[in-house]
């Protein structure tokens, strides 16, 4: 099993701010990384996925880079409505049991 | 429009079953790489099982031999049918199709066990 850690397990930053958090595979996925965000009661939204590319709807200010075992998503300028849970997760491999992260929580400062 | 819509989940007694459903719009579900993943009160994303479009099925070993994921290709429905339920297994379960990502997720369902 690929082992996701992502972290901080909290971060806490100022609105206007720019955000960066981590993820770590276990073992190589290439590019096959998502990113999601998710808010109290609610689903989770993919926000990235191949490592890089932005989901249908997101805005520009959601960055994700990295490859191998190391990933970042950035968020360049928060937003109020950007403080939630993210969670990375890897698809590399087969059989498709994709795990995540166990989550960083982005809260204000 | 694209939608995933649960139902079934609520209350069980330790040692019982329950079923839930995601009906699916948008897409054809026996065509695409399909999934549960559940998330416990507070706790971060886990995943449970998928089904393959070719109906090859995988489980998380923690599941494995007491859940069932399955579909209806003519109800174009998800079903996880599960059973032997344990405090373990409270929690929100979510069904999504799984691409580059999951892309798509039903409104999650709260399935309590308690007695």
């Known amino acids: 099993e690929i082992v996701m850690t992502q972290s901080p397990a909290t971060l806490s930053v100022s609105p206007g701010d720019r955000a960066t958090l981590s993820c770590r595979a276990s073992?190589?996925?290439?590019?096959?990384l998502a990113w999601y965000q998710q808010k109290p009661g609610q689903a989770p939204r993919l926000l990235i996925y191949?490592?890089?590319t932005r989901a249908t709807g997101i805005p520009a200010r959601f960055s994700g880079s990295g490859s191998g075992t190391e990933f970042t998503l950035t968020i360049s300028s928060l937003q109020s409505e950007d403080f939630a849970v993210y969670y990375c997760?890897?698809?590399?491999?087969?059989?498709?049991?994709?795990?995540f992260g166990q989550g960083t929580k982005l809260e204000i400062k | 429009e694209v939608r995933l819509v649960q139902s079934g989940g609520g209350l069980v007694q330790p040692g019982g079953s329950l079923s839930l459903s995601c009906a699916v719009s948008?897409?054809?579900?026996?065509?695409?790489?399909m999934t549960w993943v559940r998330q416990a009160p507070g706790k971060g994303l886990e995943w449970v099982s998928v089904?393959?479009?070719?109906?090859?099925?995988y489980y998380a070993d923690f599941v494995q031999g007491r859940f069932i994921i399955s579909r209806d290709n003519s109800k174009n429905t998800l079903y996880l049918q599960m059973n032997s339920l344990g405090a373990e297994d409270m929690a929100v379960y979510y069904c999504?199709?799984?691409?580059?990502?999951?892309?798509?997720w039903g409104q999650g369902t709260l399935v309590t066990v308690s007695s």
């Open positions: 999504a199709r799984a691409g580059a990502g999951y892309d798509y």
């Open positions: 073992q190589s996925v290439s590019s096959n």
């Open positions: 948008g897409f054809t579900v026996s065509s695409n790489l």
């Open positions: 089904i393959h479009g070719g109906g090859t099925t």
């Open positions: 997760q890897q698809y590399n491999n087969w059989p498709p049991m994709y795990t």
């Open positions: 191949g490592a890089s």
